[in-house]
């Protein structure tokens, strides 16, 4: 039980982490424009560490509920937000690293940092593939591969899969940052509603009644989505600057970090005192 309040707290632990990074380098006078840019600055370390982070604590509460499944997805496309870069516009590159884009180009990752994403990368995918292979052979030799848990273990292989395979393309380090960051609040969101409406049927574990959680759960679910394709349309409309102001993503990504934190802050108060979080 104990430990997986611990686990949950961590995961708060390192939003915080990762806001506070955010905050120093605002206060210091680093021009950011958004979290993602965190990676160009003295705080690199942090915003990795902290979604790496975020990302073991979504793989230790996955369980047999699709809520928990949906959880385990988001956890693992934190990792691609964490090691593949976004491209910025050169002078927002130049301000940040103090070299912008190569000539004729507006917006761009460093050669040098796409070069780490890649080994990230590749890293990450042999791992994710040990790690999946490894839950399989366990789970057929206590015989609990059954075709639901094969159906997510298939999903799961899909999602490997297409990193893989799309990260060899140039479009990949242009996009791959913004894709991975798009799923995980649509992993996150659809986590939400699905656990909205079990709730008034499984209960809680801990303070507060069935109704408010699956209210507030439903709410919080509407809102990271909400965020979540407003700040897609921006991106790939590309007037979000024009029309909102040079620091429109950063706004728009505190709000989603800030929804996240919310969730689990709601998880944590509902699961107090539960025991297993494997179990449902």
Same mark, same amino acid.
């Given at each position: 039980?104990?430990?997986?309040?611990?686990?949950?707290?961590?995961?708060?632990?390192?939003?915080?982490?990762?806001?506070?990074?955010?905050?120093?380098?605002?206060?210091?006078?680093?021009?950011?424009?958004?979290?993602?840019?965190?990676?160009?600055?003295?705080?690199?370390?942090?915003?990795?560490?902290?979604?790496?982070?975020?990302?073991?604590?979504?793989?230790?509460?996955?369980?047999?509920? $699709?809520? $928990?499944?949906?959880?385990?997805?988001?956890?693992?496309?934190?990792?691609?937000?964490?090691?593949?870069?976004? *491209?910025?516009?050169?002078?927002?590159?130049?301000?940040?690293?103090?070299?912008?884009?190569?000539?004729?180009? +507006? $917006?761009?990752?460093?050669?040098? !940092?796409? +070069?780490?994403?890649?080994?990230? %990368?590749?890293s990450y995918?042999?791992?994710?593939?040990?790690?999946?292979? !490894?839950?399989?052979?366990?789970?057929?030799?206590?015989?609990?591969?059954?075709?639901?848990?094969?159906?997510?273990?298939?999903?799961? &292989?899909?999602?490997?899969?297409?990193?893989?395979?799309?990260?060899?393309?140039?479009?990949? +380090?242009?996009?791959? /940052?913004?894709?991975?960051?798009?799923?995980?609040?649509?992993?996150?969101?659809? !986590?939400?509603?699905? /656990?909205?409406?079990?709730? *008034?049927?499984?209960?809680?574990?801990?303070?507060?009644?069935?109704?408010? /959680?699956? &209210?507030?759960?439903?709410?919080?679910?509407?809102?990271?989505?909400?965020?979540?394709?407003?700040?897609?349309?921006? %991106?790939?409309?590309?007037?979000?600057?024009?029309?909102?102001?040079?620091q429109w993503?950063?706004?728009?990504? !505190?709000?989603?970090?800030?929804?996240?934190?919310?969730?689990?802050?709601?998880?944590?108060?509902?699961?107090?005192?539960?025991?297993?979080?494997?179990?449902r």
């Amino acid at each position: 039980m104990r430990t997986y309040r611990y686990v949950r707290l961590a995961l708060l632990a390192s939003v915080v982490f990762l806001s506070v990074a955010v905050a120093q380098q605002i206060v210091a006078g680093v021009p950011l424009r958004s979290i993602s840019a965190l990676y160009y600055t003295p705080g690199r370390s942090v915003f990795v560490g902290a979604l790496f982070a975020v990302s073991l604590a979504l793989v230790v509460l996955a369980g047999k509920s $699709r809520r $928990r499944f949906l959880l385990l997805l988001a956890g693992m496309t934190t990792p691609v937000i964490a090691l593949v870069p976004p *491209p910025l516009p050169s002078g927002e590159l130049r301000a940040l690293t103090g070299s912008g884009c190569p000539s004729g180009m +507006d $917006r761009c990752p460093p050669p040098e !940092a796409t +070069d780490a994403a890649a080994v990230g %990368v590749l890293s990450y995918l042999v791992v994710a593939a040990l790690v999946l292979t !490894a839950s399989i052979v366990l789970a057929a030799a206590e015989r609990r591969l059954d075709r639901a848990l094969a159906v997510r273990t298939v999903l799961a &292989i899909a999602l490997l899969v297409a990193l893989g395979a799309w990260s060899p393309y140039p479009s990949f +380090d242009y996009l791959g /940052h913004y894709a991975a960051a798009a799923l995980f609040f649509f992993f996150i969101a659809a !986590a939400a509603g699905v /656990h909205s409406a079990a709730l *008034p049927e499984e209960g809680t574990r801990g303070p507060g009644s069935a109704r408010f /959680h699956s &209210i507030s759960n439903g709410v919080l679910s509407v809102l990271i989505s909400g965020v979540d394709v407003a700040l897609v349309l921006l %991106v790939l409309s590309g007037t979000a600057e024009r029309v909102l102001g040079p620091q429109w993503l950063l706004i728009g990504e !505190a709000a989603g970090l800030g929804l996240f934190a919310a969730f689990w802050v709601l998880q944590t108060v509902e699961n107090w005192n539960e025991s297993n979080a494997a179990a449902r």
